[in-house]
Each structure stands twice: as C-alpha cells, then as structure tokens.
C-alpha cells in the first residue's frame, strides 16, 4: 500500500508561553492534491498510480478504486505509455517535464486529449521515487485549433503560419495560388526561401515586434512564385502562442499589393503629369510628393520641399487654415478653395485657392491629403483691371453728370431768356393808352 505522502518540510521549534514547545510543520501532501483544480495524480517510477484527485476521476468517469494501484498503461496506449515513460525519465534527470501528450480513455471509452505536465516526487533522503503529474484536459483548446486552423484554411486571403525562426508550419490553399507552389512545397519550409536576405531580416524584425507587442502591420515582403515573378505583398502578423500564453510563433496574412502597386503608380503618374500644381502631404502637412508645376511655382528645387513642413512656405495664420482644411478633408473627404498664398524661393507671395482630396490607405483610412493649386496672379491682375476700369468708369460718369448739369442748366437759361423776349415783344406790340 502506498505510503503517506509528505512535502519535506521540516519539523520546526517554535516558541510559547517561555517555553519550547515542538511544533509539527510538515504540509499533508494529499491535502493539496485533493483540493487541486485540476486533475493531478502520484505515480511510482513504473507508472503505477499511487494517488489522484476527485478532479481525475471526473475527468476519466472511473471511481477511486478503479484508478488507485493501477497501472496507466491501462487507461493510454503502448506508444503512450512508452511516452509517459520517458517524460518519467526527463523527471528523474532534470526534474520536471513539460507539456508531454496524453490521451486516456474514459469509462465511456472516449479518448480524452489531455496535456501532461509532472515534477518529481522525492523520498526524505532527497532521492526521486515517482512523479507528481497534472493533466490539462485539451479537448476545449483542440476544438478552438480546430477551429482556427479551419479558419486559416478558409480564408480568402493567404494566410502561414511559422514559428519564431520562421519557418512555415501551416499554409492554407490562398498562399500556394498566390505563390504557385504545392503545399508540399511550402510547408516545412523556411520563409527564406521565398524572399530576399534583406526581406528575411525585415521578417525576424517582424517577429520580433510580434514577441514584444503581439502584432505588426504592413511589413513589405516580395517573394519569389514558382514562376520567378517577384510578387509585392504587404504582411500583418499576430502572435501564435501556446497553452500557457508564451509566443511560439506568428500568423501572418499577406495581402498581394499587384493591383494596388499598379493604381498607386497610375495615380502618381497623374500627379506628376498634372499640368496644375499638386501635392500629397500627410495629415500633420508634410509634403510627401509634388509634381513638376510646383516647382515651377515656387521655384524651389525638389530636394527643398520633398519632406518639409507646407508651414516652411506659408504664414502661421495660413498653416492653422491648411490644417482646417485637412480637419475637413478627413471629415468630408474634399475641401475647396481655401486660401494659400506660399513664398516662393525669390521671396514673391503668390495667391494661390487649394483644392484637397482626401489619401487613403488600403483599408480606407485617410493619411493624407492630395492638394491641387491653382495661381491665383493673373486672375486678381484681371480683378485689379477691372476694378480700375470701373474707377475710370465711375469718374467718367460723375464728370458726364456734371457736363449734363451744365448743359441742362444752359438749356434752362435759354429756355428762361427766350420767354423773357416773348414776353417783352408782346409788351413793346401792345397799343399804349391815350396814343390815337
């Protein structure tokens, strides 16, 4: 029968009241495999259980007594017995092993996946006699791999999984049309294989950043299809990690960036050909780009607006204006005509009216602001124009009005003489009294 199990805790000397009293200290080894959440047992060094919890037997729906003095080797294979027998060993030489695989069979005869980890259970004289093994009853976990493994195998986007030296242990169907290669012949495989020393080192950087904060986005990797073509994809990574939380490894989605690259060279090609000035800056105002009419404009070189601030060429007041428009643009998408009036290399101010549409990243997200100028000079030189004509015009009209003054007033005169004569002539025409 087996012995009673103890920790090897000492018996300690405490003392009371003046005087030494023996105080024994030693912690009843069964009390905590008892009251264990999880399903824990004591084997000798053959594998014949000498212990095991309530928690043991609900999992495997045998009672007590079916289980004591058993040997394991009747509730698990021959090839796991012998498993369990060299994670024995690994307890005997270093201690403790982890993660070994069990699968028992229940009373119902269900086969249970369970995880093993075990310690080492030492006699008094410090000598191992035995393992003490707690099982992890997987079935939950399987069910969520199973899951996540058919929900990489479906999805519509290629999607690996490697582990930390990157190395491809899964890859679902998506990757092998992507890249052309069997199954066969991505699995297993290092990532290495299908891109560049550079991109290698840029992906151990990614891992890395998948260590240290469980994700990264937008990682550029090119690799090679089984045809030689060079295919431009973007990767978004996620941790992998194991039962206890540890990460083991990365799922990586590739997004292939083909048609992307394509539109995003068409729409620079746009930009550059423009016959009007335009510019794509981020949303703080950097400017990222600008075609050839801006320079003209301004007269600045490339390399002295390339990555420089719009508030190097416009007044503060004109800075905090840009930037209610790019408040705008993220809102609305578009702003129109706000005000720019940028110093040129030779220290001209030029009016300008901004136009802005709204960058956005593949997945929609506004990052920018493309910017359209139009010169505003020759438009105010017309306005100056015809505001002076309208001055000359006003004057000229004031001095016709004062001309019409006089000549109406001449009129008047003549009209007012005229009847003065009239009247005078009937005066002279008229008898004059007493004359026969």
Do not use: C, H, W
């Amino acid at each position: 029968m087996a012995r009673r199990l103890e920790l090897g805790m000492r018996r300690g000397v405490v003392e009371a009241n003046g005087r030494g009293v023996k105080s024994r200290g030693p912690l009843d080894a069964d009390i905590i495999i008892a009251n264990a959440p999880d399903p824990v047992f004591v084997s000798d060094l053959e594998g014949k259980i000498l212990r095991a919890n309530d928690a043991v037997s609900q999992l495997l729906g045998f009672r007590q007594d079916e289980v004591l003095e058993q040997s394991l080797s009747r509730f698990i294979s021959p090839e796991e017995t012998r498993e369990f027998t060299a994670a024995l060993r690994e307890v005997v030489e270093r201690g403790v092993t982890r993660n070994a695989r069990l699968n028992p069979r229940s009373a119902s005869g269900e086969v249970i996946p369970t995880t093993l980890n075990a310690s080492a259970l030492r006699d008094p004289d410090g000598k191992v006699i035995g393992g003490i093994g707690i099982l992890r009853d997987m079935r939950e976990l399987d069910k969520a791999r199973a899951y996540a493994e058919s929900l990489i195998k479906n999805a519509p986007d290629p999607v690996f999984v490697s582990d930390l030296e990157g190395k491809i242990l899964q890859a679902n169907d998506a990757v092998s049309a992507l890249l052309g290669f069997r199954p066969d012949e991505v699995l297993e495989q290092s990532l290495s294989r299908f891109i560049s020393p550079e991109e290698t080192r840029e992906f151990t950087a990614a891992l890395r950043e998948v260590v240290a904060r469980g994700v990264t986005r937008n990682a550029r990797l090119n690799p090679r299809s089984a045809s030689g073509e060079v295919i431009p994809t973007t990767l978004n990574a996620s941790a992998l990690r194991n039962p206890d939380g540890k990460v083991i490894g990365a799922i990586g989605i590739l997004r292939d960036m083909r048609e992307l690259d394509k539109a995003r060279a068409y729409a620079e090609s746009l930009i550059k050909n423009a016959p009007d000035p335009v510019f794509v800056s981020d949303l703080e105002g950097k400017i990222l780009q600008a075609n050839d009419a801006v320079f003209a404009l301004l007269g600045f070189r490339p390399d002295e607006l390339i990555e420089q601030s719009l508030s190097r060429i416009i007044s503060p007041e004109e800075t905090r204006a840009f930037l209610a428009a790019l408040r705008e643009v993220v809102e609305r998408g578009v702003t129109r005509n706000a005000r720019l009036n940028p110093r040129s290399a030779s220290g001209e101010v030029i009016p300008t009216t901004l136009n802005a549409s709204a960058l956005r990243d593949p997945d929609g997200k506004v990052i920018g602001a493309i910017g359209i100028l139009r010169d505003m000079r020759e438009y105010e030189e017309v306005v100056r124009d015809l505001e002076q004509s309208k001055s000359e015009l006003q004057e000229k009209i004031l001095d016709l009005e004062k001309f019409e003054e006089v000549v109406v007033g001449r009129e008047l005169k003549m009209i007012a003489l005229e009847k003065e004569l009239e009247s005078l002539r009937k005066e002279l025409g008229r008898p004059r009294a007493g004359r026969v």
